[in-house]
């Protein structure tokens, strides 16, 4: 469906209301949730009418699915670009800015959560020996890996802070 897009101007508006409920409803699931914010994001500049008439819907389905992982990253980008489109979210109550603003905070709340136990789980482990056996370094195995996993959980934090300051002044 992303790929047909570009040829809404083919479509009726009942057809384009359409397309933007199914990458909606694909929002909830666990296998489609990342293409169908995507797509959703598209949506915003192709089908604008459409995606506005369908916000507020879109924004409920993505409520749950922040503390996800693997859709954090994605919703929050879609937050932010959509947060620049006036046209989209002309029609918002105090009630809809609560709903995008909720998002973000649940998503610090888990956040810190997540680093408070990590902490505390890190803090109750029993230490190991220097190095690992027959390698004779001081290094362990898995340093180098953690490195690359913090760092998008920080863009994603770093994001959030930056989504409410933008849905603030929108």
Same mark, same amino acid.
């Given at each position: 469906?992303?790929? #047909?897009?570009?040829?809404?101007? &083919? ?12 990458? #909606? #409803? ?6 489609? =949730?990342?293409?169908?914010? &995507? @797509?959703? *994001?598209?949506?915003? /500049? ?16 993505? @409520? !749950? *699915? ?7 990253? /994605?919703?929050?980008?879609?937050? =932010? ?5 006036? /046209? ?32 505390? *789980?890190?803090?109750?482990? !029993? ?5 690992? !056996? ?7 195995? %898995?340093?180098?890996? %953690? @490195? !690359? ?14 989504? #409410? ?6």
């Amino acid at each position: 469906l992303t790929m #047909i897009l570009s040829y809404h101007e &083919h479509f009726s508006k009942g057809d384009e209301d359409e397309i933007v409920k199914i990458f #909606i #409803i694909g929002i909830g699931w666990e296998r489609t =949730a990342k293409y169908c914010i &995507h @797509a959703l *994001s598209i949506c915003c /500049h192709e089908l604008p009418l459409s995606t506005s008439k369908s916000l507020v819907q879109m924004l409920n389905q993505m @409520a !749950p *699915s922040i503390t996800q992982p693997h859709v954090s990253v /994605h919703i929050l980008e879609f937050l =932010a670009c959509l947060s620049r489109l006036h /046209h989209v979210y002309v029609n918002f109550r105090e009630t809809e800015y609560r709903i995008v603003l909720g998002i973000c905070f649940r998503y610090l709340d888990y956040a810190r959560e997540k680093r408070r136990s990590n902490r505390s *789980s890190h803090n109750s482990e !029993p230490s190991t020996a220097p190095g690992t !056996p027959g390698t004779g370094t001081g290094v362990t195995d %898995a340093s180098p890996l %953690a @490195a !690359p996993s913090e760092e998008l959980p920080q863009y994603v934090h770093a994001l959030a802070y930056h989504v #409410i300051l933008f849905w603030f002044l929108a």
